[in-house]
Nanobody
Framework: QVQLVESGGGLVQPGGSLRLSCTAS????????MGWYRQAPGKQREMVAK???????NYVESVKGRFTISRDNTKNTVYLQMNSLKPEDTAIYYC???????????????WGQGTQVTVSS
C-alpha cells in the first residue's frame, strides 16, 4: 500500500516562510510526478506546484517567485519551500503523487491527508 505522509504546516505571519515535506512509502515501481495542491474554505482544490521525475516544475501563477518545489528521489520526498507568505495562501495543502505501485503497470493518483497552513497576523 502506497502512502503519502506530509509535515510542516502551521501558523505563520504574513511575509514569513514555511517548508512542507511529503514522503511516499510502500512498494513502488516508479514515481512519475509529485506535487502540492491546496484548498481554501469555500474554494475548489487547485494545483500549487508539481515536479516530474526529471525535475520539470510547474507553478500556479499566484505563487511564482515565492514558492519552490524540489524533490529528493533517494528519499521519495518532495518539498515545498514557501516564502513571502500571504493571507490568501491560507489553505489545507495536500501532497499528490502519480505513482506506479509494485502491483500495477500504470500510475495511480495518491493523496496525503493534508496539512493546514494559516497565514495571519
Amino acid at each position: 500500500q502506497v502512502q503519502l505522509v506530509e509535515s510542516g504546516g502551521g501558523l505563520v505571519q504574513p511575509g514569513g516562510s514555511l517548508r512542507l515535506s511529503c514522503t511516499a512509502s510502500g512498494s513502488m515501481l516508479f514515481i512519475a510526478a509529485m506535487g502540492w495542491y491546496r484548498q481554501a474554505p469555500g474554494k475548489q482544490r487547485e494545483m500549487v506546484a508539481k515536479i516530474t521525475s526529471g525535475g520539470t516544475t510547474n507553478y500556479v501563477e499566484s505563487v511564482k517567485g515565492r514558492f519552490t518545489i524540489s524533490r529528493d528521489n533517494t528519499k521519495n520526498t518532495v518539498y515545498l519551500q514557501m516564502n513571502s507568505l500571504k493571507p490568501e495562501d491560507t489553505a489545507i495543502y495536500y501532497c499528490h503523487g502519480a505513482i506506479t505501485p509494485s502491483t500495477a503497470w500504470s500510475p495511480y493518483d495518491y493523496w496525503g491527508q493534508g496539512t493546514q497552513v494559516t497565514v495571519s497576523s
